[in-house]
């Protein structure tokens, strides 16, 4: 099991499927654990009832159907799936409205989904965040020939303890892109990042905002490690291998050549 999750962290994200699929074939009685803790990219499935976008995970699945976070109904239709108390469903609707007017606004993520599913002691929200930045994306805002940005974070909310809960933000990113032009040539860079964030906060303010400001912090410090890791090393290479004709030539002198 270690050797299999140690391989499914060196995949790049467009490969996970494959290779998870091959793994469940070879290690069927670790199918729980793999599927509970690999991160695959993320799907999206339209609610027709509000005719409204959803991404599909593993916290609003049940069976072989997906709760929309919209209507609160399975697709495809499941008669005794899993609901959330009338608690956490209030509180999922107004995060949506929220994540709603975020996307909107930052003009940055395509599709958004908060759901929540009941814990015993508090409960377990799960935000997703998708964009698509090929250049056939709905809207065609992307350039890439493929690629996307997948956000997925994890949030474990303890009970109320003298006006404060602990709040436990595990988030995964995963960034794929591949580019095919005449200007840049055939490029493709692809990667995960993983990290945990743990936290005890008043909740005067009230939950949302609280695992808001978490995720916010959290997800900007993760897009600031791939930009270091990925670009900034990749960058690096490339101009170490392939410098510009403009630079000056470091050829030896001809008084010191062997």
């Not at 290779?19 to 799907?43: F, I």
């Not at 919209?70 to 609901?83: I, V």
């Not at 860079?189 to 959290?218: F, T, W, Y």
């Amino acid at each position: 099991m270690e050797a299999a999750m140690g391989l499914m962290r060196r995949m790049p994200p467009k490969h996970t499927e494959t290779a998870l699929t091959a793994l469940l074939s070879l290690l069927p009685g670790h199918s729980s654990d793999l599927l509970s803790q690999v991160d695959q990219p993320l799907k999206v499935l339209r609610d027709g009832e509000n005719e409204k976008e959803f991404i599909l995970c593993e916290y609003n699945r049940d069976a072989d159907s997906y709760r929309s976070p919209w209507s609160n109904k399975y697709h495809p239709s499941l008669e005794d799936g899993m609901l959330p108390s009338a608690e956490l469903r209030k509180l999922e609707i107004e995060a949506n409205d929220i994540f709603t007017i975020y996307r909107i606004t930052k003009v940055v993520f395509h599709q958004s989904i908060c759901g929540e599913e009941d814990d015993k002691q508090g409960f377990v929200a799960c935000f997703l965040i998708k964009k698509d930045g090929s250049k056939d994306a709905h809207g065609k805002r992307g350039y890439l020939n493929e690629g996307g940005w997948e956000a997925i974070h994890v949030i474990q909310v303890g009970p109320e303890q003298e006006g404060n809960a602990n709040y436990c933000l595990t988030s995964t990113i995963m960034l794929s892109l591949t580019t095919n032009s005449d200007e840049s040539g055939t490029f493709n860079l692809s990667g995960s990042i993983r990290r945990q964030m743990k936290a005890d906060l008043p909740v005067e303010d009230g939950h949302l905002c609280n695992m808001g400001k978490m995720i916010e912090e959290l997800e900007g410090k993760l897009r600031n490690q791939l930009d270091q890791v990925y670009f900034g090393k990749t960058k690096e290479m490339v101009c170490t291998l392939r410098p510009s004709p403009d630079l000056p030539s470091m050829a030896l002198p001809e008084n010191i050549k062997p």
